[in-house]
């Protein structure tokens, strides 16, 4: 175990261009033009990385931000291994955690736009041995089941009494058994990650085959996200280039400031077969970017299956659809797993996409970094008058 030293902060930069064409003088009036606009974005967000990493003690952090008036800017920030300093790198791949839940709301959706199965069938018949609150599909996509979470904070806190453990779905929501219901299905709204188990199993019944393949073969493929990926559920790895993951002690309650703040602790091989569809993805920030645009735009859906997923409840702690929220003025998800926090939106005023991942759980006082970054970077960086 170890501290984070401010020391092993190194920084790395990059920014890319984009190409003009025509005579030299035009090129070169060009090119000029678009150093400017990203050195702009560089001197906004810069300033926001450096400072939060040492606010809320993250080891390291990737984050790119596409703005259609001002270039893209990608940074990779402090390190990817607390033992090595070896630096961070743009290309490292994250764990994603609750991002993985508009991948699986997707093939959901797309499934229900084939035909499957209607959003508004009921769950029960899926699960009969499981109370499932009288709910259906698109209850459980949108967060307003009322079916309990198999995540409360003493299951988070066990995982780190058997991290090797793997999971399987089913016995994910047998930990629910006798839980009583959070209210009356649609009568409010709770965010559960039972829902996103259970979608993922459904998903898996109507499409014939693994929840990864499915999500492969219907995303990552034709977006050419080839960074994704879903492992299999004994997968405990990342490919490589990652960064590590870290977790401020064992557990994920951790003790507020002025409490000692715990030592760091590499949790990076943790099983993840625990978040299932509702957390296990990984991803490079690059396809992050791509996804981010995609999901608000809605390539992979027909207008009116998008417009399902756009139609958002607004009862509960963030304006929720189908599996996309609403984050500070920004759409799309945040992550949380163990070792890990990321975030991928796009802003609607203007289509700016922002992705942040940070390798580490959360803040030493439970403040969630992404998240957080995200949205002092659109603060900095508002949307442009035409």
């Not at 259609?68 to 390190?79: F, L």
């Not at 806190?157 to 929501?173: H, I, K």
């Not at 590590?244 to 557990?251: A, D, I, K, L, N």
Request: with cysteine; aromatic share 6%.
């Amino acid at each position: 175990m170890r501290t984070l030293a401010a020391t092993t902060l190194a920084i790395a930069v990059v920014t890319l261009t984009a190409c003009a064409s025509g005579e030299a003088g035009q090129t070169n009036s060009a090119s000029t033009e678009v150093a400017a606009t990203q050195g702009s974005l560089e001197s906004a967000i810069l300033p926001i990385v450096n400072e939060q990493m040492e606010e809320m003690g993250i080891p390291g952090v990737v984050a790119v931000v596409v703005s259609p008036d001002r270039g893209t800017y990608e940074v990779a920030a402090g390190v990817a291994n607390i033992d090595t300093n070896e630096p961070m790198k743009v290309e490292n791949h994250f764990r994603i955690g609750s991002i993985s839940k508009t991948l699986t709301a997707t093939v959901v959706l797309q499934l229900a736009q084939e035909g499957k199965f209607g959003l508004d069938d009921p769950l029960a018949p899926y699960f009969p041995a499981l109370d499932t609150n009288g709910a259906t599909i698109r209850q459980a996509l949108n967060m307003t089941s009322g079916i309990p979470t198999y995540t409360p904070d003493q299951f988070l806190n066990d995982l780190a009494n058997n991290p090797a453990r793997v999971w399987t779905p089913e016995e994910l929501l047998a930990t629910t058994v006798g839980q009583p219901a959070e209210f009356a299905a649609g009568d409010g709204w709770d965010y559960s990650n039972t829902n996103y188990v259970m979608l993922g199993l459904i998903a898996e019944q109507h499409g014939g085959a693994s929840l990864g393949k499915l999500v492969a073969d219907r995303i990552f493929t034709p977006l050419q996200m080839t960074g994704c990926s879903m492992p299999a559920q004994a997968d405990s790895t990342i490919p490589a280039p990652y960064s590590h993951g870290y977790q401020y002690g064992p557990t994920w309650d951790n003790p507020s400031p002025p409490a000692p703040k715990p030592d760091l602790i590499d949790v990076t091989n943790f099983n993840p077969s625990w978040g299932f569809g509702a957390g296990e993805a990984i991803c490079t920030a690059a396809d992050m970017a791509i996804w981010a645009r995609a999901l608000v735009a809605g390539d992979l859906l027909d207008p009116e299956m998008q417009g399902e997923r756009l139609d958002f409840v607004t009862e509960g702690a963030m304006p929720y659809g189908l599996g996309i929220a609403k984050l500070n003025g920004l759409t799309g998800h945040q992550g949380h797993i163990t070792g890990y926090q990321t975030q991928t939106s796009s802003r609607a005023s203007d289509g700016t996409v922002i992705v942040v991942l940070t390798n580490v759980t959360q803040a030493p006082d439970g403040e969630l970094p992404a998240t957080k970054i995200s949205e002092l970077i659109s603060r900095a960086i508002p949307a442009q008058d035409k």
